[in-house]
């Protein structure tokens, strides 16, 4: 099985602009979720989408925003950057949320750099 | 709320020896733990996870880790290290209910010759 594809790999955007990324689960899975990840807070989750709809949201202000498609496919979108935006986006897919067992699996990110 | 501490920045050990990444936890529920390594430029690799049942979990790359609930532990270990397993590691806690996964700062191993 293919695993968890991010698009673009690489992203150079400007002060003010907007920007969207992409991300394409694992076949058959059904949930995705977001992380940022940057050197000085770390891994911090973002939001966590199932069935179309946003299940969970960390504590990211509302210029960060969501969806997913019927595929299960998902964009994040971040508006009017900030320098402070720029880091590694990963995204991550498993089978069904909450279960017991259910194990996420990550993309190879998207690495923002805001100029 | 839950959160994940992991007390070392850096752990170097020489090549063939054993090696521990220390990890703790606090979760008010029922903890699920995960340790995932991370190669430079990449993304997060899954290594193993602990659910419930056996305290010694085994995973990829001949990598296992010790529940202990008493001591909210869960250290990731290894009987014989590789130069090849020099990455960043991360310990990881999910509470119950969705998927958000709340993670360590991570701690960088470095294995030598």
């Known amino acids: ?115 | 709320a839950q959160s994940v501490a992991q007390p070392e920045d850096q752990v170097n050990v020489a090549e063939g020896n054993p090696l521990t990444v220390k990890c703790t936890y606090s979760v008010s529920g029922n903890p699920y733990l995960f340790w995932y390594v991370q190669y430079p430029n990449r993304g997060l690799q899954f290594l193993l996870k602990y659910i419930t049942g056996d305290n010694l979990v085994k995973g990829s790359y001949g990598f296992e880790a010790e529940f202990n609930k008493s001591q909210t532990s869960f250290h990731l270990k290894k009987p014989s290290a590789l130069v090849s397993d020099s990455a960043l590691y991360f310990c990881a806690v999910r509470e119950g209910g969705g998927n958000k996964l709340t993670f360590g700062t991570g701690t960088q191993l470095k294995v030598e010759l």
Request: glycine share 12%; hydrophobic share 30%.
């Open chain 1, 1 to 115: 099985k293919a695993g968890v594809t991010q698009t673009p790999r690489y992203l150079i955007k400007t002060r003010g602009q907007q920007v969207t990324l992409s991300c394409s689960p694992i076949s058959g899975h059904r949930s995705v979720s977001w992380y940022q990840q940057t050197p000085g807070q770390g891994l911090q989750f973002l939001f966590e989408y199932f069935s179309e709809t946003q299940r969970n949201k960390g504590n990211f202000p509302g210029r960060f925003s969501g969806r997913q498609f019927s595929n299960s496919r998902s964009e994040m979108n971040v508006s009017t950057l900030e320098l402070g935006d720029s880091a590694l986006y990963l995204c991550a897919s498993s089978l069904v949320p909450g279960e017991v067992g259910d194990t996420q699996y990550f993309g190879p990110g998207t690495r923002l750099t805001v100029l």
